[in-house]
């Protein structure tokens, strides 16, 4: 079982490098841009466009990234000015100066399916609005995140820097990351006090580059916690129907032109999580029409399970093209409980939040598989 942990801000040299479009970060394949939605929906119309950016790669796709956002790779270094103005032209940047910032996770079925104590939805709009207008938090680092989760427990888990947790209709504890301990508040007083604590962040980091993250200050953020939660186990991903709605994850997080062609059939919206999948919301019955395009309907495929870096030929580290391996394994993978995650060097890019099967640059198939079958032994 592996557990990897990011660089110490001692080991940084430099700032991050997430990438947008107004900063690519280029890779051994090409420019790779990053768009956030910032836990809002997408429009399916905005799918399209992006595709259309990258139609002309051999094998066109729009990459899930597992802070919900949506990433294109392989484009012209530097970007072209037509290629900025097709992405720009989605409306996926709506603040040129903050899209770097906007890191937002919430839980992707609050206020859809009646679970959670609170639907989340106006706080996480008012949270990506709060973001862009504050010209200070333009200084947050690209990989600085916030969680909005609404008492199911689905997201509170991930590895975030200040988050909101719903403990009642209208009442939330706000929590800075590392931490169980927050301060009780208001519903309507979280956003505030986020952008508050993210404020104090960006004063207290000085403007050192090589401070992420909260946990790294010197001194903890905010005055004294006065809440403490007991934090419930993260429930099951749903796959499927979720009453009226749908949820369908896309195998290796890959969108593709047949992907894209049929949700504008069933849907003008979608939502993505941080688990490379979609919510498409009043699209329980179209679950056959999108199951005929490969999106992944049941919790049982081992597309549910089966994850891979980019690999060869995008990241020019790689020993293998951790994808093809992760398509000769799908049909083979033997049931199991924990993600299967392949990485082609031993940064382990995209690695899950939770444990997870530690496939390194295996040989072959069967060399995978002994893997697999050797580090899940104990959990079951
Ligand atoms: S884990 Fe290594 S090979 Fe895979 S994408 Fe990251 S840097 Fe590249």
Redo the contacts with the bound molecule.
């Keep these: 079982m592996c557990r990897v942990t990011a660089p110490s801000s001692r080991e940084r040299r430099a700032g991050d490098a997430c990438p947008g479009v107004s900063r690519p970060f280029v890779?051994a394949d090409g420019s790779i841009v990053r768009l956030r939605p910032a836990g809002r929906t997408v429009p399916v119309d905005a799918l399209s466009r992006l595709m259309d950016v990258v139609a002309v790669q051999p094998d066109p796709a729009i990459q899930l990234t597992s802070r919900g956002a949506l990433q294109l790779r392989g484009l012209p270094d530097p970007l072209t000015p037509r290629i900025r103005e097709a992405i720009r032209a989605t409306g996926l940047v709506p603040s040129a100066s903050h899209e770097l910032v906007r890191n937002v996770v919430a839980s992707p079925l609050s206020g859809l399916d009646g679970a959670g104590h609170c639907d989340l939805r106006p706080v996480t709009r008012a949270l990506d609005t709060a973001l862009c207008a504050d010209p200070v938090l333009a200084h947050l680092g690209g990989r600085f995140l916030f969680v909005l989760d609404d008492g199911r427990g689905d997201v509170v888990g991930e590895s975030f820097d200040l988050g909101v947790f719903a403990t009642g209709p209208g009442r939330c504890v706000v929590l800075v990351g590392g931490t169980d301990r927050g301060w009780e508040v208001p519903l309507a007083a979280a956003v505030p006090r986020l952008v508050a604590l993210a404020q104090e962040f960006v004063e207290r980091a000085g403007g050192d580059e090589s401070v992420w993250h909260v946990s790294e200050l010197a001194m903890p953020l905010g005055t004294e916690p006065t809440a403490g939660l007991d934090l419930p186990p993260p429930p099951e991903r749903p796959r499927g129907a979720v009453g009226d709605h749908a949820v369908v994850a896309v195998p290796l997080g890959l969108l593709r032109p047949d992907h894209v062609a049929t949700l504008a059939r069933v849907t003008d919206r979608v939502l993505v999580t941080p688990w490379r999948s979609l919510v498409v919301e009043n699209a329980a019955p179209a679950l056959p029409e999108l199951e005929a395009a490969g999106l992944v309907t049941h919790v049982d495929s081992p597309w549910t399970r089966l994850h891979?870096?980019?690999?060869?030929p995008?990241?020019?580290?790689?020993?293998l093209d951790?994808r093809a391996l992760a398509r000769d394994l799908a049909p083979v993978l033997p049931r199991g409980h924990l993600p299967v995650h392949v990485?082609?060097?031993?940064?382990?890019?995209?690695t899950p939040a939770t444990a997870y099967v530690d496939v390194l640059t295996p040989r072959s198939t069967e060399e995978a598989l002994s893997t697999i079958a050797e580090q899940e032994s104990p959990w079951t």
């Design positions: 890779a891979a870096c980019a690999g060869l995008g990241c020019a580290r790689s020993a951790t990485s082609g060097c031993e940064r382990r890019c995209g």
